[in-house]
């Protein structure tokens, strides 16, 4: 670590926290709904899952470019204009969202698939389309600004090849930069890329809602929402596992170095995941052949390069380290723990044999929402703690062992109704023609809102630890 962080992320600190409590009682409404527990209209049971879907993979990718910058700060100049525009960005889209869906009940779920946002029938109003893609365009525009910034910042401070880690390659011998940065760089250059896409994209959207007799192409929009979208949740979970690999050593006390195997294992997950993306496309039989034998191919491969030297690295920083096991490190090793075990459930999809099974059942959201709640969260938890200076580490790791406890039986029974069948998407489960699967789908909600309880206690609970120190956040530069 070469000085302190000289971009502050109190504002993230304050707003994540409360943002996610509300995503999880919009989880908890859902899966009451399944389970016959409550009773809510279609309506709005599907304009509730657009809002969920959006708010969890826009929050996580808030947060995951705040803690980069964070990080980058301390040794690259970053510019705060940029991070607070991009805070002030992720507040109008809150808004915009929550009014265009519980307001505007607004639908067609997180995938925006077209041409379902513009097939209202009745069912949500037309200016709640057009609030929800202008709503998306704002949090786009900043996400693919602060993805600049980083870019501009690495290669001032470092140049292009340096800040890739060419130079254990070309043996120039230059000075080899942080872990960090050669990690960003997995998720900055693929983030601009598929973020452009989804600027066109929201733009043809947009184009739409003004002019209704536009025609688009549905399959190229279904291509170009995936390589944005899945290219975005995974680059988003890279952002962890470079906040990881920073901040993990002080406290295991050694030092976590770039290496020519970590350079190399990072360039190439740089293209791995740009064409893993494919596997999303197998159900389209019009889809050429060469792309379905890509995802597949890629899908593999996604599970090598990035997972073997985190793994093999973050073994290293514990064998023998007599590390503390205080809250910051705890949930930073089980958001690896979570990313693993969410990402191979990913790879038993993305195998075109089972994908075929499992395609339109609930293992889809039991390995998305593993490698976020378990995985990407909880190291999102750690960091928002270590950000605030926060020393309440009882309170914070009663919290976390509840939101464990919750989060894994939550999750089991997503993956126990994936593997029985269970259809996604559904509002509620009374008319499945399947006794058996109908019985199944409504018992295992009533069991999961149990566990999602524990969730909520438990992150109340950190919620609390962490707000007790943002007074004392660690930056040098305020929020202005």
Do not use: C
């Not at 304050?14 to 908890?28: A, K």
């Not at 009014?99 to 009940?105: C, P, Y």
């Not at 920073?246 to 170095?257: A, D, I, M, N, V």
Request: positive net charge.
């Amino acid at each position: 670590m070469e000085g302190k962080s000289r971009v502050s992320v109190l504002p993230f600190i304050v707003v994540l926290p409360l943002v996610f409590i509300v995503l999880i009682l919009l989880g908890f409404t859902m899966r009451a709904n399944q389970g016959e527990l409550i009773h809510i209209p279609p309506d709005l049971f599907y304009a509730i899952m657009t809002l969920h879907g959006l708010g969890m993979a826009g929050t996580a990718a808030a947060g995951g470019l705040a803690a980069l910058a964070y990080l980058l700060s301390r040794y690259a100049n970053v510019s705060s204009k940029v991070v607070n525009f991009m805070f002030i960005a992720y507040l109008i889209t809150v808004a915009g969202l929550i009014t265009a869906t519980l307001i505007g009940r607004f639908g067609p779920g997180w995938y925006v698939l077209y041409p379902l946002p513009f097939k209202p029938m009745g069912i949500w109003s037309n200016w709640a389309i057009g609030l929800a893609v202008v709503s998306l365009m704002v949090l786009g525009v900043a996400i693919l600004l602060i993805q600049l910034e980083f870019f501009r910042a690495m290669v001032a401070r470092y140049g292009l090849k340096n800040s890739l880690g060419w130079q254990f390659f070309t043996g120039s011998g230059e000075y080899a930069p942080p872990i960090v940065i050669i990690t960003m760089d997995a998720v900055v250059l693929p983030g601009i890329l598929t973020t452009l896409v989804g600027a066109a994209l929201l733009m043809l959207y947009f184009l739409k809602w003004i002019n209704p007799a536009l025609n688009l192409d549905p399959l190229l929009i279904k291509n170009m929402i995936f390589i944005w979208g899945h290219t975005l949740v995974n680059i988003t979970m890279y952002m962890g596992v470079a906040v990881v690999y920073e901040l993990f050593p002080e406290f295991s006390g050694r030092e976590w170095k770039s290496n020519k195997y970590v350079a190399l294992a990072w360039n190439a997950t740089f293209f791995i995941v740009l064409l893993a993306v494919f596997h999303h496309l197998y159900m389209d039989f019009v889809q050429p052949l060469p792309l379905q034998i890509t995802g597949q191919t890629f899908s593999y491969l996604a599970t090598v390069p990035s997972t073997v030297v985190t793994v093999m690295g973050f073994i290293a920083q514990v064998y023998k380290s007599g590390i503390r096991w205080s809250f910051v490190p705890l949930a930073f090793f089980v958001g690896i723990v979570g990313w693993l075990v969410g990402g191979y459930a990913a790879v038993i999809d993305s195998t075109i044999v089972v994908n075929t099974q499992f395609h339109n059942t609930l293992w889809v959201p039991s390995h998305f929402h593993t490698y976020f709640l378990l995985g990407f969260y909880s190291i999102l938890w750690g960091f928002l703690y270590y950000a605030s200076g926060s020393v309440k580490e009882t309170l914070a790791k009663f919290g976390f062992y509840s939101y464990i406890l919750g989060g894994a039986g939550f999750l089991a029974m997503f993956y126990i109704a994936g593997a029985f069948g269970v259809p996604r998407r559904y509002a509620e489960y009374t008319f499945i023609p399947v006794e058996s699967v109908a019985h199944l789908a409504q018992l295992l909600p009533k069991i999961a809102v149990v566990f999602v309880l524990y969730v909520l206690i438990g992150f109340i609970l950190m919620t609390f630890a962490i707000f007790s120190g943002s007074g004392r956040s660690a930056t040098s530069k305020s929020w202005a």
